[in-house]
């Protein structure tokens, strides 16, 4: 258990490493953050600080940098959560009264709004197809043998799909169809669309199995696809300079690269809305060179998916986290007043 002194030193440290990048002496804390401490006792505090973890010394200077240890100590305890400008807020205000038709594009704008202002990589996946509840579902007659399904869920997620026959369907079917379908499934979560439903439906709609077949599999073929991932300011990464190592940089295109690894990594089990893994706290090693927060972006109850920040360990915690709660605040806050 580190002391108050022990804690607003390493604090200065972590806050001076992410604005410079470069390791931090105990002159510049003193010129900088006008603590109330000698020089001598500073050094001191650091020495200790290092011994039990906290700190790093780099081998090529008289520096400290924080280690993951430290990182931790600082997301845990000692960031502030609200540090967020005025300009900021009114930029955030902005992107996200946009009028959006889907779910998917509300995603995307708070993804984006997310790197603009905190200048790292975003990368964000919509709610699992298998969580969300069935709306309503709206059949539509293309052709005598081609109909259109259109699954809507509770989240405002929109999935359509053609079914082909191999005979002729008419528009009282369809009717037919509109109204069974979301007697039976209007509120019911994905999986219900089963054998079961598929007997029910033989028995009460006395069709060919031409016709409930296909609409089935259909139907469940479409609500199974891969969940769409969305990438924002990938290039921003590069301004960075733990990026001007070239195995770093190598591994971060990678990870981008790797759509299994970003799923995994956005849809791990959450004990809260705002997650933090530092370096080799993430469970891939691909990831370990790092830092990932995750925000689960949410309205309400409602679960609208996952959105995580990608960078380096000296990663603004501060900034990221506080913005993050600003957005999910202010998401709800729109909600309530629509």
């Not at 002194?5 to 992410?18: D, F, G, H, M, P």
């Not at 019911?188 to 031409?210: A, C, G, H, W």
């Not at 690269?257 to 791990?268: F, G, H, Q």
């Amino acid at each position: 258990m580190l002391d108050d002194r022990k804690k607003k030193v390493l604090q200065a440290i972590i806050e001076e490493y992410i604005n410079t990048a470069e390791p931090v002496s105990s002159g510049s804390l003193v010129n900088n953050y006008g603590l109330n401490f000698s020089s001598a006792t500073i050094r001191n505090e650091m020495a200790d600080l290092e011994k039990s973890g906290y700190l790093d010394k780099p081998h090529t200077s008289a520096g400290r940098v924080p280690s993951a240890k430290g990182y931790r100590l600082y997301v845990d305890e000692l960031l502030r959560d609200n540090d967020i400008s005025l300009e900021e807020i009114k930029y955030i205000s902005e992107k996200l009264e946009t009028k959006v038709n889907e779910i998917e594009d509300l995603t995307k704008i708070t993804a984006n709004t997310i790197s603009e202002i905190t200048h790292y990589t975003t990368v964000s996946i919509g709610p699992k197809t298998n969580k969300q509840l069935i709306e309503e579902i709206k059949f539509i007659l293309l052709g005598s043998r081609m109909l259109m399904a259109v699954i809507l869920t509770d989240t405002g997620l929109v999935k359509e799909t053609i079914i082909k026959f191999d005979e002729d369907i008419t528009d009282r079917q369809v009717e037919t169809l509109n109204y069974m379908f979301n007697n039976k499934l209007k509120g019911q979560p994905f999986d219900k669309i089963d054998r079961p439903l598929e007997e029910f439906l033989f028995d009460e709609m006395t069709y060919s199995v031409n016709v409930i077949k296909p609409i089935i599999e259909q139907i469940k073929k479409v609500l199974q696809e891969d969940e769409k991932i969305y990438l924002e300011g990938a290039n921003k990464a590069f301004d960075l300079p733990e990026f001007n190592s070239l195995e770093v940089a190598k591994n971060f295109i990678n990870v981008l690269d790797t759509k299994e690894l970003i799923a995994d990594m956005l849809n791990s089990g959450f004990a809260q809305d705002i997650n933090v893994y530092i370096g080799e706290e993430n469970e891939n090693d691909k990831l370990k060179d790092f830092s990932i927060v995750t925000f689960k972006h949410k309205i309400g109850d409602k679960d609208l998916g996952t959105i995580g920040i990608i960078g380096p360990k000296r990663m603004d915690y501060s900034k990221v986290i506080s913005v993050m709660k600003y957005i999910s605040k202010k998401l709800n806050d729109n909600n309530q007043n629509n």
